[in-house]
T-cell receptor, first 112, second 115 residues
Framework: GDSVTQMEGPVTLSEEAFLTINCTYT??????LFWYVQYPGEGLQLLLK?????DKGSNKGFEATYRKETTSFHLEKGSVQVSDSAVYFC???????????FGKGTRLHILP | GAVVSQHPSWVICKSGTSVKIECRSL??????MFWYRQFPKQSLMLMAT?????????EQGVEKDKFLINHASLTLSTLTVTSAHPEDSSFYIC???????????FGPGTRLTVL
């Protein structure tokens, strides 16, 4: 079945460091790919998404490119801030399905 | 943007009692809502898909008689945890799909603690 694998955390970085959180997926067909973020004490929020190969999703300085050849959707940010501290979930949604398959989440700590 | 609310945000109950959690789409109609469960430091696990006016579709391994789902209207779905036990303690999250986008909007979650 479909699945999402993302790097385990926690990831701890200093402010202004470069961030990469790896995510790979297994799916039949051409899924849509998502990154969700969960800030402390809050619900999930959609951070960015990409619906077809080579699409780049971007939001709040974060970017991720849909790479079909490597079945990856790595999340990147050039300069992180303390306010980026949260749990990040990579997820996919199949072409004809509404339900979303999540990775286990990666906790990110940004130190001032 | 689209907003999904949940009520209550947290609940503590005694073992053996039932707890109802509400999920509402506040400014859009959602024909489909989803219920997830989140274990500490783990991912969301989809429990069931709730369709307005029909029976919910449960994921494998989820007890339908224990987790009763009702989707009575286009803006409200409820999850009832029946005869709750301490192992049911968890964070329950709902989401609703907007009919105009392919995005799901998530509620803030409900933390259930069963004593």
């Amino acid at each position: 079945g479909d699945s999402v694998t993302q790097m385990e955390g926690p990831v701890t970085l200093s402010e202004e460091a470069f961030l990469t959180i790896n995510c790979t997926y297994t799916a039949t067909g051409y899924p849509s790919l998502f990154w969700y973020v969960q800030y402390p004490g809050e619900g999930l929020q959609l951070l960015l998404k990409a619906t077809k190969a080579d699409d780049k999703g971007s939001n709040k300085g974060f970017e991720a490119t849909y790479r079909k050849e490597t079945t990856s959707f790595h999340l990147e940010k050039g300069s992180v801030q303390v306010s980026d501290s949260a749990v990040y979930f990579c997820a996919l949604s199949g072409l004809y399905e509404d339900k979303i398959i999540f990775g286990k989440g990666t906790r990110l700590h940004i130190l001032p | 943007g689209a907003v999904v609310s949940q009520h209550p945000s947290w609940v503590i109950c005694k073992s053996g009692t039932s707890v109802k959690i509400e999920c509402r789409s506040l400014d859009f109609q959602a024909t489909t809502m989803f219920w997830y469960r989140q274990f500490p430091k783990q991912s969301l696990m989809l429990m069931a898909t709730s369709n307005e006016g029909s029976k919910a579709t449960y994921e494998q391994g989820v007890e339908k008689d224990k987790f009763l789902i009702n989707h009575a209207s286009l803006t409200l779905s409820t999850l009832t945890v029946t005869s709750a036990h301490p192992e049911d303690s968890s964070f329950y999250i709902c989401s609703a799909g907007s009919p105009f986008t392919d995005t799901q909007y998530f509620g803030p979650g409900t933390r259930l603690t069963v004593l």
